[in-house]
């Protein structure tokens, strides 16, 4: 890389997020992390040399805080990987309880619209303007998995938002894609090898892939030139049962 470009990693203390900032710190990028828990995210920046910051995506006023400490610490803002999410263990629709569809819906949509909104603001106003936003989207935006309609409503919602971000920012030089990843082996992904619930409604183990090449996707979409984007971008198992689910 020619240059040192500045990317912002949210979810950055753990699972695809932490793999993130020391594969991109590696590759030449001055990078910044944030997350909820400040001991695994001191644990993160040491490990990639990441600069860390506090913040709950889920509060706006955070978010606000964030970026304007990214802007003062590094000028500009080149990239977001909009990486911060949840997931949760499989509750048939009918039993789906309401603060659960809320907490997932404020963390996974509107903790990714926020920090993506004072994102697409900063690129906008710095100069010279412009920028990429990445979002972590998931194959469940295209098909669901059984018991986990709060998740798929928030991944689909993520669809649309990226769609929207990167019409919008046609104009001053912002792209927009999501990265769609099935089985990457994470910490979220652990209990995959004991068995995940299947469409039919039985139980199989499910193969994972090294989260390596999701890092290797990110970068190749981070090291475009803003006149190309990668608008969307599965990676997955080979092997999982994900083509032809249901």
């Known amino acids: 890389m020619s240059e040192s470009k500045v990317i912002l990693i949210t979810g950055g203390s753990s699972g695809i997020g ?8 590696k590759a030449g990028y001055q990078v910044a992390i944030c997350g909820r828990r400040p001991d695994a995210l001191k644990a993160a920046s040491e490990a990639s040399g990441a600069r860390a910051f506090t913040c709950d995506v889920t509060v706006p006023q955070d978010v606000a805080r964030l970026l304007g400490s990214v802007e003062s610490a590094f000028g500009r803002l080149d990239v977001l990987f909009n ?18 569809w809320r907490s997932m819906i ?7 619209f926020y920090v993506a909104r004072e994102a697409f603001r900063l690129m906008r106003a710095q100069s010279p303007q412009g920028g990429r936003i990445i979002n972590n989207g998931s194959i469940s935006a295209y098909v669901p998995r059984p018991g986990a309609a709060h998740y798929s409503a ?25 990265i769609d990843i099935g089985n990457t082996a994470t910490d979220m992904t652990g209990d995959m090898s004991g068995g995940v619930l299947q469409a039919d409604g039985s139980t199989m183990p499910e193969p994972t892939f090294s989260v390596a090449h999701v890092v290797d996707a990110l970068l190749y979409m ?18 999982m049962p994900y083509i032809g689910r249901g």
């Open 106 to 112: 404020d963390t996974n949509l509107n903790g990714a």
């Open 18 to 25: 932490r793999a993130a900032a020391i594969g991109f710190g």
């Open 154 to 178: 928030s991944k689909n919602a993520i669809t649309g938002l990226t769609r929207s971000i990167a019409l919008d920012g046609r104009q001053f030089g912002i792209a927009c894609g999501q």
């Open 83 to 100: 990486n911060a999410g949840q997931a949760a263990p499989a509750v048939n629709f009918g039993d789906l309880d309401v603060e659960k």
């Open 222 to 239: 981070a090291g475009l030139p803003l006149e190309a984007n990668v608008q969307f971008m599965t990676v997955m198992a080979t092997k």
